[in-house]
């Protein structure tokens, strides 16, 4: 019985051993198989948008093993970065930062000024009342000067001025407040002020809905603008936020030769594939809507999608000096009940599992 006894401890001894050098090996395998960032090595920086949240979960791992640069979600937006006037909360941001540091991780910045999340007060004075032109080009020049001087050699390029354009197509630029108040200067200051707090930083004019015929000549109507005052902007953004039935490869390809003419640098800034056919407006549940929606046919549309989207990265590789995703994985996308209340998407090459989808093997294998 003794004898009996010490066999089995002893087996039991060698299988605990076995199962922990085989769960090492499958650990350094899982460390040592290339990531994104390694299948494009030779030709662009693969980024991520991130949160100091998933930063503190699993989702942390694969971030550093598929990327080499990340993208603050909504950090260093103006509404979460300077909630009053004189109160910055630097938390967030730094924290990404420093995980970028530690990393060996380019960082974006995402972004300086923009219509959504600006908080309140930027535009009101004591008494509620809508600020003056004077009044507000000199809180934003303020904001921009601070933000830019804390991540001066740290943050390599800014989305300066974001979605500044009008969708409509009897309207050239969108009539926000900045816009209402400021007319189009405000744009041009934003780049001058970005470029004197960082003088070698890039600065990007960011923007959706790119590969639309009539918004993307405006866009580059107002580039060329910017240019010829010799306005420091040095790039444009395509934020990408696509889906399975849009762009076709013509349109991609239109909307990237009609860009690279411009001679500024190119970046996929946040890009995501929605499985779900293309909408703009926001709206509520359905008959037809469905939330498991990730079937085999959509799988297929979306691998087709990405792999399109790819194909035409790589040939631009001369004016595109970065790709994005806006956010890390299928447990969570900013098109969860966007623009369908109650709907789940699946728009990234990674599953809830944090597994590469079969989307992911038609971008890497070229």
């Given at each position: 019985?003794?004898y009996?006894?010490h066999?089995?401890?002893i087996?039991?001894?060698?299988?605990i051993?076995?199962?922990c050098?085989?769960?090492?090996?499958?650990?350094a395998?899982?460390?040592?198989?290339?990531?994104?960032?390694?299948y494009y090595r030779?030709?662009f920086p693969i980024g991520?948008?991130?949160s100091?949240?998933?930063?503190?979960?699993?989702?942390?791992g694969l971030?550093?093993?598929?990327?080499?640069?990340v993208?603050?979600?909504?950090?260093m937006?103006?509404?979460?970065?300077?909630p009053?006037?004189?109160?910055y909360?630097?938390?967030?941001?730094?924290s990404?930062?420093a995980f970028?540091?530690?990393?060996?991780?380019?960082?974006?910045g995402?972004?300086l000024?923009?219509?959504n999340?600006?908080?309140?007060?930027?535009?009101?004075d004591?008494?509620?009342q809508q600020?003056s032109?004077?009044?507000?080009l000199?809180r934003l020049?303020e904001h921009?000067?601070?933000?830019?001087?804390?991540?001066?050699?740290?943050v390599?390029?800014?989305?300066?001025?974001?979605?500044v354009i009008?969708?409509?197509?009897?309207?050239?630029?969108?009539?926000?407040?900045w816009?209402?108040?400021c007319?189009?200067?405000y744009?041009e200051?934003?780049?001058?002020?970005?470029h004197e707090?960082d003088p070698?930083?890039?600065?990007?004019y960011n923007?959706?809905?790119?590969?639309?015929?009539?918004?993307?000549?405006?866009?580059?109507r107002?580039?060329?603008?910017?240019?010829s005052?010799g306005v420091?902007?040095?790039g444009v953004g395509?934020?990408?936020?696509?889906?399975?039935?849009?762009?076709s490869a013509a349109?991609l390809d239109?909307t990237?030769a009609?860009?690279?003419?411009l001679?500024?640098k190119?970046?996929?800034?946040e890009?995501?594939?929605?499985?779900?056919r293309?909408e703009?407006e926001m709206?509520g549940w359905a008959?037809?809507?469905?939330?498991?929606?990730?079937?085999?046919e959509?799988?297929?549309?979306?691998?087709?999608?990405?792999?399109r989207c790819f194909?035409?990265?790589r040939?631009?590789?001369?004016v595109?000096?970065?790709v994005t995703?806006?956010?890390i994985?299928d447990?969570?996308?900013?098109?969860?009940?966007?623009?369908?209340?109650?709907r789940?998407?699946?728009p990234l090459l990674?599953?809830?599992?944090?597994?590469?989808?079969?989307?992911?093997?038609?971008?890497?294998k070229?």
């Amino acid at each position: 019985m003794k004898y009996l006894s010490h066999v089995i401890a002893i087996l039991l001894v060698v299988t605990i051993s076995l199962s922990c050098v085989a769960y090492r090996g499958r650990s350094a395998a899982l460390q040592e198989a290339p990531g994104l960032k390694d299948y494009y090595r030779d030709y662009f920086p693969i980024g991520v948008a991130v949160s100091t949240r998933t930063l503190h979960t699993e989702e942390a791992g694969l971030v550093i093993r598929q990327f080499n640069s990340v993208t603050p979600e909504n950090a260093m937006k103006m509404g979460v970065i300077h909630p009053g006037e004189q109160q910055y909360n630097w938390r967030e941001a730094d924290s990404i930062a420093a995980f970028a540091r530690r990393n060996g991780m380019k960082l974006r910045g995402h972004t300086l000024v923009w219509h959504n999340q600006a908080p309140g007060w930027i535009f009101k004075d004591a008494n509620g009342q809508q600020v003056s032109k004077d009044v507000l080009l000199q809180r934003l020049k303020e904001h921009i000067t601070t933000v830019v001087k804390r991540y001066k050699g740290i943050v390599y390029a800014w989305d300066v001025a974001n979605e500044v354009i009008s969708d409509r197509k009897d309207e050239f630029y969108r009539n926000s407040l900045w816009y209402q108040i400021c007319g189009d200067e405000y744009i041009e200051k934003a780049f001058q002020w970005a470029h004197e707090a960082d003088p070698d930083a890039l600065l990007f004019y960011n923007d959706y809905n790119e590969i639309n015929t009539v918004k993307r000549e405006k866009i580059i109507r107002m580039l060329n603008s910017l240019i010829s005052k010799g306005v420091p902007v040095h790039g444009v953004g395509l934020q990408a936020h696509w889906a399975v039935n849009e762009p076709s490869a013509a349109q991609l390809d239109k909307t990237m030769a009609d860009f690279a003419k411009l001679g500024l640098k190119i970046q996929i800034t946040e890009l995501d594939v929605s499985v779900y056919r293309k909408e703009h407006e926001m709206r509520g549940w359905a008959t037809g809507d469905s939330a498991m929606a990730f079937t085999a046919e959509k799988e297929q549309l979306q691998l087709e999608q990405f792999r399109r989207c790819f194909e035409s990265f790589r040939k631009y590789r001369s004016v595109l000096t970065g790709v994005t995703f806006w956010n890390i994985s299928d447990r969570y996308s900013w098109l969860d009940n966007f623009p369908v209340r109650g709907r789940k998407d699946y728009p990234l090459l990674f599953d809830k599992a944090l597994q590469p989808k079969k989307a992911f093997w038609a971008v890497v294998k070229f």
